[in-house]
């Protein structure tokens, strides 16, 4: 049973349209992520949260933006969507533990965009 | 910095064999090692996690994996696989600073179950 929600699962669109992919979790993880998913590539982390007002760019440089307004709620935005941008987006959080360095990633079950 | 390499983008097995999948790590500190499984259009799942307690780690699904400092590998191993094992799998290491871990997932492994 999934305790993290990304919504929509599927999105087609055309080119220079605006996108929200939305990502929501209820087990109170201060720490959340997002991860850009191409076939046959490692996961890149493209954003991360520490916490509410905590954001930070991942590795891999994207052009989305995304917010923490509220511990449950990471939405990621596209202001102008391209081909380019054609991709798996997953969202994940994890739980502060004691040890740094520790602590699983919770996934969503991902939200597939596709850029025409 | 750390990394994953994963050997073998594509594994089969007959269903019955035995499954290994390898991984081997490069981190300049102890690091944590995660197996994740993900079946078509999910997300990722975790199979199990080493956290420097026993080397032998078992996990969900009758997978175990066992941590060999020496060899720096963390390989996944199934006695007898079955056709549900069927799926992507990806190696993790985390490396932590000042309560952020960073992870750096490997390129994956599908594994196909032939009948």
């Known amino acids: 049973e999934a305790d993290i929600y990304q919504t929509p699962r599927y999105l087609v669109i055309g080119t220079g349209k605006k996108i929200t992919l939305e990502c929501s979790q209820t087990?109170?993880?201060?720490?959340m992520y997002w991860y850009q998913q191409d076939p046959g590539m490692e996961l890149h982390l493209i954003h991360y949260?520490?916490?509410?007002?905590?954001?930070e760019k991942g590795d891999l440089s994207s052009e989305s933006t995304v917010s923490r307004i509220r511990t449950e709620h990471f939405p990621l935005t596209l202001e102008s969507a391209r081909p380019s941008h054609t991709s798996q987006y997953l969202c994940?959080?994890?739980?502060?533990?004691?040890?740094?360095?520790?602590?699983?990633?919770?996934f969503g079950e991902g939200s597939r965009l596709t850029v025409l | 910095a750390q990394s994953v390499t994963q050997l073998g983008s594509h594994v089969s097995v007959s269903e019955g064999a035995l499954v290994l999948l390898r991984c081997n790590y490069s981190s300049s500190v102890p690091p944590y090692l995660f197996w994740y499984v993900q079946y078509p259009n999910q997300g990722l799942q975790l199979l199990l996690k080493?956290?420097?307690?026993?080397?032998l780690v078992k996990g969900i699904n009758g997978f175990e994996a066992e941590f060999k400092k020496s060899e720096t590998s963390f390989h996944l191993t199934k006695p007898s696989a079955h056709m549900s094992d069927a799926a992507e799998y990806f190696c993790?290491?985390?490396?932590?600073?000042?309560?952020?871990?960073?992870?750096?997932f490997g390129i994956g492994t599908k594994l196909q179950v032939i009948p």
């Open positions: 087990m109170g993880h201060d720490k």
């Open positions: 080493y956290t420097s307690a026993a080397t």
């Open positions: 993790a290491v985390s490396v932590g600073s000042g309560g952020y871990q960073k992870v750096t």
């Open positions: 949260s520490y916490g509410v007002n905590s954001t």
């Open positions: 994940a959080s994890s739980e502060t533990t004691g040890g740094a360095g520790s602590g699983e990633l919770f």
